[in-house]
């Protein structure tokens, strides 16, 4: 079994809201990934957590908050986003992501809309 | 600066003949690469995926060709089913870079019946 949920499949919020984007996988794996991706655009790296820690930030604005509540769960908070936020956010999970042989798996992803 | 290159960003094959993806990289320090296969407004799926140590993974339908020297991989699907249309995401990894996937722009595959 190699599912990751995400939950919405989609989201439109205004500048002003605060919401919350959850990913899950029950495969014990110990890094989850939180993805950005624009139409016919390559998915960018936000943030890694790596043993329900935050390991990679990729120089994300503070808008995007990023929480690991345990090894199974991942959230992104949103607050005061901006239009061209509006995307497809993906998460990620893998189980050796100190290691060079890591396959990561990827949710089916929640569509954000910001107006 | 692209690390990770698909220079084609489309292909249509007939069904039933062969597919051909390529991928180039410029960082010599990757050692583990793989392929995505996506469709519109879903989340990418794992196909294969190759170690440095290898030149070749076979998986099915699905070979994946690595040639260090040159720097470039590809894969290739046989026989193509329309069912593989879709964009295919090259990705490479480098030893040691803790969660850093590094993507291709995509090529989208058509396979016309």
């Known amino acids: 079994d190699t599912e990751v949920t995400q939950t919405p499949k989609h989201l439109v919020m205004g500048m002003t809201n605060k919401k919350s984007l959850k990913c899950e996988q029950h495969m014990g794996h110990r890094a989850m990934y939180w993805y950005k991706q624009k139409a016919k655009k390559p998915p960018e790296l936000m943030f890694v957590?790596?043993?329900?820690?935050?390991?990679i930030n990729e120089s994300v604005p503070s808008r995007f908050s990023p929480e690991c509540p345990n090894s199974s769960l991942l959230n992104l908070h949103l607050h005061a986003l901006q239009p061209e936020d509006s995307a497809l956010y993906l998460c990620?999970?893998?189980?050796?992501?100190?290691?060079?042989?890591?396959?990561?798996?990827f949710g089916p992803g929640t569509r954000l809309t910001v107006l | 600066d692209q690390q990770v290159k698909q220079n084609s960003p489309s292909l249509s094959v007939q069904e039933g003949r062969i597919s051909i993806l390529n991928c180039d990289y410029t960082n010599s320090m990757f050692d583990y690469f793989l392929w995505y296969k996506k469709y519109p407004a879903e989340g990418p799926t794992f196909l294969i995926s190759i170690s440095s140590i290898k030149d070749k993974n076979e998986d099915g339908r699905f070979t994946v060709f690595l040639n260090k020297s040159a720097k470039h991989l590809s894969l290739h699907i046989v026989p193509s089913q329309p069912g593989d249309s879709a964009v295919y995401f090259c990705a490479a990894r480098g030893g040691g870079s803790q969660g850093n996937l590094i993507f291709g722009k995509g090529t989208k595959l058509s396979v016309k019946p």
């Open positions: 957590y790596s043993y329900e820690k935050l390991s």
């Open positions: 990620a999970s893998s189980n050796r992501p100190y290691e060079g042989v890591d396959t990561q798996y």
